[in-house]
């Protein structure tokens, strides 16, 4: 029985999404089970760039690059490795993932998750990655949460998988998500206010005055602290994600990565209606300057994303 319903998946991408399916449909497996599968939350080190791993982090990484070998990916990057990892020389495709996004929730019983991107492998490995974000062939999450689910797109709209505990495999649930273009939810981490900059504060504070500011809408807030989680919430029901670059000093391009967070989530939600910036540019219309970059991030329902860029003038 294949992990995924194999039908609207172009068919030389389809060992790449059977493994990713499997692997998460396992993953999924490992989660459930929480504290009965061990101390999933703790720490066991520091990737590259000193964020902390915790086992479950780890554990993920070494579950998908094992899965991916023999399905046409060349290369395979992660935020738990520093450099890329050439998994068959043959293969022809250049996977990015963050094997389990959102690990502050591992210990806690919220929404986590999976974000992977692809590109056409071409030039050496590393390069094959910094390419524009437009240039991916296929973007995608598993959120494991109350339900295992899987949004992808292949660059003809976003499609929504749910996985059938029963069966064991995701099974299509929607065809087309549609990102409502407007909204009435903004996402922010509002702790760090005092760093962000006149813009980014401008927005929130439109937001605060509802009804009596020059929105003339009450805005509801929400934050997860989990992107897949987030990210979900917003293609299903709208609403607005702001991780700006802020005044600390590691946070001068916002704190999510470019290659296998920011580009991946940017394609889901261009595809499903939305729009998605670093504040003002699209970020389908830029490039990764190296692998681990950090890119400020905004994205949702369009008249929102609109106004954010207006705001920054
Ligand atoms: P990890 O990949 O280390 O889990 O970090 C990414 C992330 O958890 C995002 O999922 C989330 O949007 C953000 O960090 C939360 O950041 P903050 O700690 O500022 O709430
Ligand atoms: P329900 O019982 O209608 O689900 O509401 C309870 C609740 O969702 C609770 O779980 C949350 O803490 C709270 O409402 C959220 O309220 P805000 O919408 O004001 O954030």
Known sequence: MPAIDPS????N???????????GA???R?????????????????????????ALDVMADEMFEAALKGTGVKYY????????????????????????????????????GTIFSVFAATGDAESSFLRPASEQIC???????????????????????VLDPDSGA?????????????????????????????????????????????KGKDMNFRWVGSLVAETHRILTRGGTFLYPSDGRPKYENGRLRMVYEVAPMAFLVEQAGGKATDGVRPILSLTAGELHERRPFVFGSAEEVDRIADLHG
């Not at 389809?14 to 692997?23: F, H, I, L």
């Not at 490992?30 to 915790?54: F, H, M, T, W, Y």
């Not at 973007?139 to 976003?158: C, H, K, R």
């Open 13 to 23: 991408l389809r060992p790449v999404m059977e493994a990713m399916c499997a692997t």
């Open 139 to 161: 973007a995608g999450y598993i959120a494991y949460g109350p339900q295992t689910l899987l949004a992808v797109t292949f660059g003809a709209g976003t499609q929504l998988y």
């Open 77 to 112: 990057a992660s935020e738990e490795q520093e450099s890329v990892l050439t998994l068959d020389g043959d293969g022809t495709y250049a996977l990015a993932t963050d094997p389990l996004d959102g690990s502050s929730n591992i210990d806690v019983n919220v929404t986590i």
């Open 26 to 28: 396992q993953l999924s």
């Open 30 to 54: 490992v989660i459930a089970r929480g504290p009965l599968a061990g101390k999933l939350g703790a720490g066991v080190g520091e990737n590259s760039d000193g964020d902390q791993q915790k």
């Open 170 to 214: 995701f099974v299509l649930a929607e065809e087309k998500m549609a990102l409502p273009v407007a909204a009435k939810e903004f996402s922010i981490n509002s702790s760090n206010r005092r760093h962000w900059t006149g813009p980014v504060l401008a927005y929130v504070e439109e937001n605060e005055a509802g009804k009596d500011g020059a």
């Open 8 to 11: 609207h998946i172009p068919a």
